[in-house]
């Protein structure tokens, strides 16, 4: 924003920010992909793991952390979700959020949270390596 203001003639582009529209300026913009459809995917390849370890009608539970309770989360963990669940129509999600982008002790506590829940795969929509670590 402070790049925008000094030059006004220059467009910048700021990739999952929120602030351009609040700024005031016409040359400061955000934008996002559509991060859903690579969740799906990644849902797909997860739910091809399940089955091949448990079987297509496996019944297990699977967790998500998520940073906030966020669209974009929730678009991501449905997409997610769904990938999962086109291959293994049985399984169950949980979802935890941390409150954070990027804590990696409550990040970690949170997959751990989940597995002992029961839950035998976790994904995520937050920021730190804890989660895989965990």
């Not at 934008?31 to 370890?53: C, I, N």
């Not at 997610?80 to 291959?87: A, D, E, K, M």
């Amino acid at each position: 924003i402070q790049a925008a203001q000094e030059y006004p003639d220059v467009q910048f582009c700021h990739a999952t920010g929120y602030k351009a529209a609040s700024s005031g300026l016409s040359n400061m913009h955000n934008y996002f992909t559509s991060v859903y459809q690579s969740r799906y995917v990644s849902g797909v390849v997860a739910g091809m793991k399940l089955a091949e370890l448990y079987g297509a009608d496996t019944d297990v539970k699977i967790g998500y952390v998520g940073a906030y309770s966020y669209a974009e989360v929730i678009s991501g963990f449905t997409a997610y979700f769904l990938g999962v669940r086109s291959i293994c129509p049985n399984v169950t999600m949980e979802v935890k959020y941390t409150g954070s982008w990027a804590n990696q002790a409550l990040e970690k506590e949170t997959a751990e949270a989940l597995i002992a829940d029961g839950c035998v795969l976790i994904s995520q929509h937050a920021d730190t390596t804890e989660i895989g670590r965990a």
